[in-house]
């Protein structure tokens, strides 16, 4: 017979002990934005760091953070290399060569385990830029779940036309944008 506590429930906190029997319960979207703020801590370029995680029917099926290719060297080892680029709007961007970014490198691991992702949802700790908005568009990715706003303007004529869902989910956050 397993042990029994005086309530007969297993979990702490439940009855008598100081604690937080009452502490809310994570709905799914607050839960995969926090897994997906968990994974950006293993991010390795300096420019910042953006966590990714690729979900159907409430189970994850893969994930990925920016950083360098598997085996080059890394941003925080060697440094970012920033190029910039102008948006036809006429705005300066500037991003680091090295990295791939983190909705990017979660499509790469589903493809290395040979993972369909089509018809999933992505949370993403920040909106995507327009080059990978256009590659989540074709591996049938359905909505787009973002915590920070990243250049929402640049991506909002593809958003437009594509029919792909862009949904914000705020979650208190103890990261840096
Ligand atoms: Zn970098
Ligand atoms: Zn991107």
Redesign the pocket.
Known sequence: MPEETKSGCCCPGVEGNEGSATEKRLGWQEYFMSVAHLISRRATCTRGHIGAVIVRENSILSTGYNGAPSGLPHCNESNCRIYRSIHPDGTVEENCVNTI?A??NAIAQAAKHGVSIKDSDIYITAS??I??LKVLINVGIKTIYYDKPYKIEHIAELLRLSGIRLVQVNVQSDQRG
Do not use: G, T, V
Request: proline share 14%.
């Open positions: 970014h909705e990017i995507p830029c080059h990978c």
